[in-house]
């Protein structure tokens, strides 16, 4: 079946550097994936999602980017921020039944 | 404002005692699913609903079932808890026009079956 991994269970960054969260799909077909951050205590949260027919796109300090060819994933976040201290999962949508395949999550910790 | 509300947030129980985890959309959405999130495995689907009186299953339904009579209202049902069925779950929502637009989750019920 389709998995989603990421690639480092933790990331540590100082306050106003930029982080990058990476992730890996294993479903060639897949055309649909997001970014959710889940802080403590509650459900993930939308962040921002991209098709499969775009390799970039961006939002208010983050930016996800696609490459199909090797079938990965990540996020961007710029002059990252105490704020953002957060678990990041990246989910892609599988099959036409709604179903989003969850990746274990990144732990992102920011310093100050 | 649109939310998923879940309730309760917080539910410890016995082995064997039936329990219920409500769940509530106002977003007129479609779309319905319930997810486990457990240390090491992340978030696993349990079931889901397409629309009202359509449920299906999702990877890990055994010991769970589900009912959606209304739109706005999709019960998590364990007839027979068990230890293993601690958990967190979440509930969430999405329009089935906009599958590709994400869901939205609720704040999470914390389950304990002791």
């Known amino acids: 079946g389709e998995s989603v991994g990421l690639h480092l269970p933790t990331l540590s960054v100082q306050e106003g550097d930029n982080s990058i969260i990476n992730c890996a799909y294993s479903?060639?077909?897949?055309?649909?994936f997001i970014w959710y951050k889940q802080e403590s205590g509650k459900g993930p949260q939308f962040i921002i999602d991209?098709?499969?027919?775009?390799d970039k796109r961006q939002g208010q300090r983050v930016t996800v980017l696609l490459n199909k060819t090797v079938k990965h994933l990540s996020l961007q976040i710029a002059a990252t921020q105490p704020g953002d201290s957060a678990v990041y999962f990246c989910?892609?949508?599988?099959?036409?039944?709604?179903?989003?395949?969850f990746g274990q999550g990144t732990t992102l910790q920011v310093k100050p | 404002e649109a939310q998923v509300t879940q309730n309760p947030r917080y539910l410890i129980t016995v082995t064997g005692k039936k329990l219920t985890v409500t769940c509530s959309q106002n977003?007129?959405?479609?779309?319905m699913s319930w997810y486990r999130q457990d240390p090491g495995l992340g978030l696993r689907q349990i079931y889901y609903?397409?629309?009202?009186?359509?449920?299906d299953k999702g990877d890990v339904p055994e010991g769970y079932k589900v009912s959606r009579k209304e739109k706005r209202n999709f019960p998590l049902i364990l007839e027979s808890p068990s230890p293993n069925q601690t958990s967190l779950y979440f509930c969430?929502?999405?329009?089935?026009?906009?599958?590709?637009?994400?869901?939205?989750f609720g704040s999470g019920t914390r389950l304990t079956v002791v």
């Open positions: 609903s397409m629309n009202v009186e359509v449920t």
């Open positions: 989910a892609v949508l599988s099959g036409n039944t709604g179903k989003l395949i």
């Open positions: 969430a929502s999405s329009s089935s026009s906009g599958l590709r637009s994400g869901y939205t």
């Open positions: 977003m007129n959405h479609e779309y």
């Open positions: 479903n060639s077909a897949s055309d649909y």
């Open positions: 991209i098709r499969s027919n775009m």
